[in-house]
C-alpha cells in the first residue's frame, strides 16, 4: 500500500464550481501535511500547509483528520487558472516528502 | 520564486551514460533533498544531504549518488543510465522554522535517456 493515497481524476469542473480532492495517508506518525500544486512541466509548488484546525487561504480550505489519517483540499468559485495537478504531501520532521500521485484538475469556461 | 535553480533544464543521454546534475539553493537553506518524478507519478525522495552529509535515502539503487557543498550548491549524479531513468529531477531546499519544514523546489531537469 503506497504511503499516500490520492483519487488520481481527472476532475473536470466548470469555472465557478466548488470542487474537493481527498487524500489518505498511511503513517500515523506523519507530523507535516501539505497541498501542493503542480503545472503542466513545471515544479511543484506550496499551495498551502494542513493543520488540524483547518486552515483556510481565499478561495482553499484544508481540512486534517489525524484519527482517520485523511486530508481534503475544497476549492470554492473555480477558476481557469485553477487547472493543474494537486499533491497531497505528507511527512515527519527531518524525513522526505511523501508525495501522492495527484489528483488532475481541468476548470472549463 | 523559491530561489532554488537547477542546471541544465533539459538532458538526453543513452543507455550506460553518467549524468551529473546540479542545484543551487538559498543561503542559510542547509538541508537539500532530490526527488525523480516519472510521467504521471508523485515525485520520489532519492535522498537527502544536510551540512554536506547524506542524511536519508530512499529505495533508489547505489549508482545515483550525490554531493552538496558549503556554498549550498549539490549535485545528483547517475550512473550507468537506464531507459527508466528518464524522468524529472527535482531538488527542493528546506526552510525550517520551530518544527515546521517547508521544502522549495527548483524548476527540475528532465532528463531522457534513449
Known amino acids: 500500500r503506497k504511503e499516500v493515497e490520492q483519487d488520481p481524476g481527472p476532475f473536470n469542473v466548470p469555472e465557478g464550481a466548488t470542487v474537493a480532492f481527498n487524500c489518505t495517508y498511511s503513517?500515523?506518525?506523519?507530523?507535516?501535511f501539505f497541498w501542493y500544486r503542480q503545472d503542466c512541466r513545471k515544479e511543484p509548488k506550496l499551495l498551502m500547509s494542513v493543520y488540524s484546525s483547518g486552515n483556510e487561504d481565499g478561495r482553499f480550505t484544508a481540512q486534517l483528520n489525524r484519527a482517520s489519517q485523511y486530508i481534503s483540499l475544497l476549492i470554492r468559485d473555480s477558476k481557469l487558472s485553477d487547472s493543474a495537478t494537486y499533491l497531497c504531501v505528507v511527512n515527519r520532521y527531518g524525513y522526505a516528502l511523501n508525495f501522492g500521485k495527484g489528483t488532475s484538475l481541468l476548470v472549463t469556461p | 520564486e523559491t530561489g532554488v535553480t537547477q542546471s541544465p533544464t533539459h538532458l538526453i543521454k543513452t543507455r550506460g551514460q553518467q549524468v551529473t546534475l546540479r542545484c543551487s539553493s538559498q543561503s542559510g537553506h542547509n538541508t537539500v533533498s532530490w526527488y525523480q518524478q516519472a510521467l504521471g507519478q508523485g515525485p520520489q525522495f532519492i535522498f537527502q544531504y544536510y551540512r554536506e552529509e547524506e542524511n536519508g535515502r530512499g529505495n533508489f539503487p547505489p549508482r545515483f549518488s550525490g554531493l552538496q557543498f558549503p556554498n549550498y550548491s549539490s549535485e545528483l549524479n547517475v550512473n550507468a543510465l537506464e531507459l527508466d531513468d528518464s524522468a524529472l529531477y527535482l531538488c527542493a531546499s528546506t526552510l525550517r522554522s520551530g518544527t515546521q519544514e517547508t521544502q522549495y523546489f527548483g524548476p527540475g531537469t528532465r532528463l531522457l535517456v534513449l
Open positions: 503513517n500515523s506518525a506523519s507530523q507535516s
